[in-house]
């Protein structure tokens, strides 16, 4: 395994967070694309198959690349190396309201699993794969839950959660329930499984899901109050749909208070 080092950086804001970090000559990062927000002249921008670690041949970057495809995620990213013959600096920006978690996998083991869209840069050199369950319910019904990203190696990596986040540290045997959309990530030595919510009433008219991820200690855990998908429903569920009337926001004069506040849609 190749070394790294502990990318030297800084996140800026409260709820729209991004984070700058300073690469050294030579030094280069990975990011998802749309991630880029702003970089020192010096830094040479280009994209590679996969993420840029060295470890695997051919064969093994192409099963990779493979497995991105499954959730969604693009066959390339983009590589940031910095020319100069000083440190420069490049920024990457929250893509929703959250907050940008630091993962130094040194300190974690190597290993650090994490939703699959919640990846936003790390140092090149950091494998970023696909953890797949060994598990038929989490197969079946995991939802945003199952398939899970893993960031390996030994360098530093960021990931984004949406909302407020709450960091976890469970005990051996320790067990919490969470939302499948609400996991951020954890460590390695977390198990991890899906479990049916159960109740007939709760299924039909609960309006939670139809399961829970159990994430037992000892270990971390990260969870988010604002996962993409929610909050895109909250928006979806209040926005006019096929041109008809707008969804109120709790005024009683409905249409005349747009016209009241400005807003002349």
């Known amino acids: 395994m190749n070394m790294y080092k502990v990318t030297d950086y800084t996140i800026y804001g409260e709820e729209m967070q991004y984070v700058e ?48 495809l499954l959730t969604g995620e ?18 990457f920006a929250s893509p929703y309201p959250g907050k940008i978690l630091p993962i130094d996998l040194n300190a974690v083991g190597g290993k650090f699993i994490c939703q699959k869209d919640a990846f936003l840069c790390a140092n090149q050199g950091v494998k970023i ?16 839950g199952f398939i899970m990203q893993k960031l390996e190696g030994s360098g530093m990596a960021f990931v984004h959660a949406g909302g407020t986040m709450a960091k976890i540290d469970l005990q051996p045997g320790e067990m919490i329930k969470v939302d499948t959309g609400c996991v ?19 299924t039909i008219f609960g309006g939670e899901g139809l399961f829970f991820a159990t ?51």
């Open 21 to 68: 970090i300073n690469l050294s000559p030579s030094e280069s990062v990975v990011a998802e694309a749309g991630g880029f927000m702003m970089m020192e002249d010096g830094i040479r921008m280009k994209t590679i198959f996969g993420d840029g670690s060295d470890a695997g041949g051919i064969m093994d970057k192409l099963f990779s690349a493979g497995k991105r």
């Open 74 to 91: 693009s066959l390339f990213m983009t590589l940031f190396e910095n020319n100069y013959p000083n440190q420069r600096k490049i920024s």
């Open 129 to 144: 794969g696909i953890e797949f369950s060994r598990k038929l319910g989490r197969g079946l019904f995991g939802g945003e």
């Open 184 to 202: 951020v990530g954890f460590t390695q030595t977390v198990d991890y499984d899906v479990q049916l919510v159960g109740g007939i009433r709760n």
């Open 215 to 265: 994430l037992k200690g000892p270990g971390t855990v990260y969870v988010q109050s604002l996962p993409f998908s929610r909050l895109a429903g909250r928006i979806w569920a209040a926005a006019p749909q096929g041109g008809g009337k707008q969804k109120g926001e709790g005024s009683i004069l409905g249409g005349l208070g747009n016209l009241l506040d400005g807003d002349n849609r």
